[in-house]
């Protein structure tokens, strides 16, 4: 299996041959009155009176309705096709993420409900398929709730208000990421985890079943690179969990293990097949991982050993047409390979969970990204288990990917507004970052990304000051950095609270620049700072970034931001993603490279 073929699956790191796609037209309604329960729509599909293209939010122009008013619930309904071969096999339904809670049956029988707008669910819709329908006409119907006044909900850059207003968007509610189906046996892989000891030349394994194993039963995983096979391993599955090594310094390919490690310039990725057999069958399943190491050395931040100047750029994952679900598969890939061209080795998608084809095109492509939450805007417990509960799931499913490099649960103090004096809510920050290194443990955790650092591996800042000289005398060199964090209140908050211990830690610049240069638009932004010409846009870009790259402090920094966005007129591409300089002229800038 090469890697390069799980580029069409809706989940290129865990997919079974033979999924089939359930996107396209479906039945749809808006039910403002909230009666669809008490009327059985799940039974009736014939009442959802319109169409939809899923996976586009209501919200947007390529779904059909592109209403953005305040819709709380929405139903979908279409046919489910039944394509198992024996009886004694099992159909998964899956969802790449429904905002915010869902509910769905399968011929009048609910099957199942899941919170969290950003994170997957599945499914097993078998014992819900009426025998007496056509094997093609099953009915699968979706209810999503999701309150567009509700604070306590992770709802990230998605507006509030009518209209957006200044850095919120317009909202993104129901279906917003694929919908597909695979059948299994009874029996089946339920996830893989994938962890690379570098020092042994090791790959440290952990596949999960969705029961325990009939007896017999064994688990087969082939890892290939470049169309190779370099290790194999067969063992029998003894309980739900099968957990072991496989050496990866047998064979020719990897006498130089260099020639195996990922990295931006060279991003290999080695494929894996895990096989699970039993007397009469067996579930397939195709996954990729790719072996890097991170590590924090006083202020560096080293990949594969090797410090690496950290060039992120903001990017909020949105589309004019299509709100947060992308309006491609295509379009995902070009957005790696805009952020690359732009001469950036990483991104920090903010305040979203992105598509795992996002995540599979970075992998694929050599891009380093921070793994974020959308945030809720108060502080409760209910907002907090919320928060939690999303989380888990999206590091989860995020975890083997390696271009991820580091885990942000909170941002600006978002959903925790009175952090900096909050004995609870400094308890949840840090509950939360502990909890990330429990579930991956492999990389750097910023707490609370910004300000206001109670907990964290990195020591964060944001910092949009307009004047380049300004920006460069604050993080010059080490003897300057106690003077910034006594002087310097982004947002009128401390840049670090609690505990915090900035000592010995990498800094980085996580929000800066913000220029906004939009010559065609009569749009008016609040922003950090307006240029009027091209010109001034790149004078203005180049001295701000200028300013960090001569720094002696940081590891590095992230500029706001990749595209324009709504009404947010800062973005180095616009929109529709055309730049605002040519190609190489801003690279050169991002680079440092720039006469």
């Known amino acids: 299996m090469l890697v390069a073929q799980l580029s069409s699956s809706p989940n290129p790191q865990f997919s079974r041959p033979g999924w ?53 619930v929405a139903w979908y ?56 329908m056509n094997d093609d006409a099953h009915l699968i119907v979706v209810r999503a709730h999701d309150d567009p006044l509700d604070a306590e909900q992770p709802r990230g850059k998605q507006d509030w208000m009518p209209e957006p207003h200044v850095i919120w968007y317009h909202r993104t509610s129901g279906i917003w990421q694929p919908v597909w189906t695979e059948v299994t046996p009874l029996t089946r892989i339920l996830s893989a985890r994938w962890r690379f000891d570098a020092e042994r030349l090791l790959v440290d394994y952990e596949v999960e079943l969705n029961r325990q194993p009939e007896t017999g039963m064994t688990l087969r995983i082939d890892l290939e690179f470049d169309g190779e096979l370099i290790s194999t391993i067969t063992a029998t599955c003894a309980s739900r969990v099968s957990a072991g090594q496989m050496h990866l310094g047998a064979g020719p390919r990897t006498m130089l293990p260099g020639r195996l490690l990922w990295s931006t310039d060279n991003p290999n990725l080695i494929g894996a097949t895990l096989t699970l057999h039993d007397s009469s069958r067996q579930d397939v399943v195709q996954s990729y991982l790719g072996l890097r190491t991170i590590e924090l050395a006083g202020r560096k931040f080293l990949i594969n050993g090797r410090s690496v100047f950290l060039r ?50 970075a992998d694929r492509l050599g891009l380093l990204l ?11 417990e209910r907002a907090i288990d919320r928060h939690m509960d999303e989380w888990r799931e999206a590091v989860i499913r995020d975890r083997n990917h390696p271009s991820v490099i580091a885990w942000v649960p909170f941002n600006e103090s978002w959903g925790v507004n009175e952090l900096g004096k909050s004995e609870a809510q400094q308890h949840a ?79 980085m610049v996580t929000e800066f620049g913000g220029v906004s240069y939009a010559p065609d638009s009569e749009e008016e932004w609040f922003g950090y700072g307006k240029v009027g010409s091209q010109e001034e846009f790149a004078e203005k870009y180049q001295a701000l970034t200028d300013a960090l790259l001569e720094s002696d402090l940081i590891c590095g920094f992230c500029y706001t931001q990749l595209t324009d966005t709504e009404q947010e007129t800062n973005g180095l591409l616009n929109a529709d993603r055309t730049p605002k300089l040519p190609f190489e002229r801003l690279s050169a800038i991002t680079r440092g490279e720039s006469a």
């Open 20 to 72: 089939v796609d359930l996107c396209g037209e479906w039945r749809f309604r808006f039910d403002d009155e909230d009666r669809g329960i008490r009327e059985r729509w799940f039974a009736h599909p014939d009442r959802l009176d319109r169409t939809i293209q899923v996976p586009y939010p209501p919200e947007s122009s390529l779904s059909g309705i592109d209403d953005k008013s305040y819709h709380p």
């Open 77 to 132: 309904a279409r046919t489910l096709a039944d394509t198992r071969t024996d009886s004694a096999e099992r159909l998964i339904v899956h969802f790449g993420a429904v905002d915010y809670h869902a509910a769905v049956w399968v011929d009048g029988i609910q099957v199942g409900e899941h919170r969290g707008g950003n994170t997957p669910f599945e499914f097993d819709v078998t014992d819900a398929l009426d025998p007496d």
């Open 370 to 380: 921070w793994g974020e939450i959308a945030n809720a805007f108060t502080f409760s």
């Open 429 to 507: 920050v840090k509950a939360s970052y502990h909890r990330t290194h429990t579930l991956d443990g492999t990389r750097p955790v910023i707490g609370n990304d910004g300000w206001e650092n109670v907990i964290g591996d990195l020591f964060t800042i944001h910092d949009y000051q307009w004047d380049p000289q300004v920006l460069r005398e604050r993080y010059s060199n080490e003897s300057q950095l106690p003077a910034t964090v006594a002087s310097f209140f982004p947002g009128a908050r401390h840049l670090v609270a609690s505990d915090f211990e900035t000592a010995g830690k990498p800094v």
């Open 312 to 361: 992120f750029v903001l990017n909020q994952g949105y589309w004019p047409e299509s709100q947060l679900a992308a309006p491609s598969p295509d379009a995902l890939r070009r957005e790696v390979e805009l952020i690359k061209e732009l001469g950036f080795n990483g991104a920090r998608t903010h305040q979203k969970i992105e598509d795992p084809r996002f995540l599979y095109w």
